[in-house]
């Protein structure tokens, strides 16, 4: 019997062009309210030498919530 596992697959996306003061708690709790539970953000900083303004994230989340994911 082999001891070697599988790790579940997740998703990855870049969201962007958020209002500035968008929030990671702010977004998953978005994510949360249109049914993707557990979705980990993580906010993206600009650069030392550059200001935006707006707000961009990192967003994983299991690949169960494929289709919603990318609705």
């Known amino acids: 019997m ?5 790790v ?3 998703l990855h996306a ?3 062009h958020l209002a500035k003061n968008t929030t990671v708690e702010n977004l ?3 994510l949360s309210n249109v049914g993707i539970c557990d979705a980990a953000c ?3 900083e600009a650069p030392e030498s550059r200001t935006f303004q707006t707000s ?4 994983t989340c299991d690949s169960k ?3 919603l ?3």
């Open 14 to 16: 870049f969201v962007s």
């Open 65 to 67: 919530y494929a289709e």
């Open 8 to 10: 579940p697959r997740k």
């Open 28 to 30: 998953e709790e978005w």
């Open 69 to 71: 994911f990318y609705d």
């Open 42 to 44: 993580h906010k993206i």
């Open 56 to 59: 961009a994230f990192k967003v």
């Open 2 to 6: 082999s001891t070697l596992k599988g």
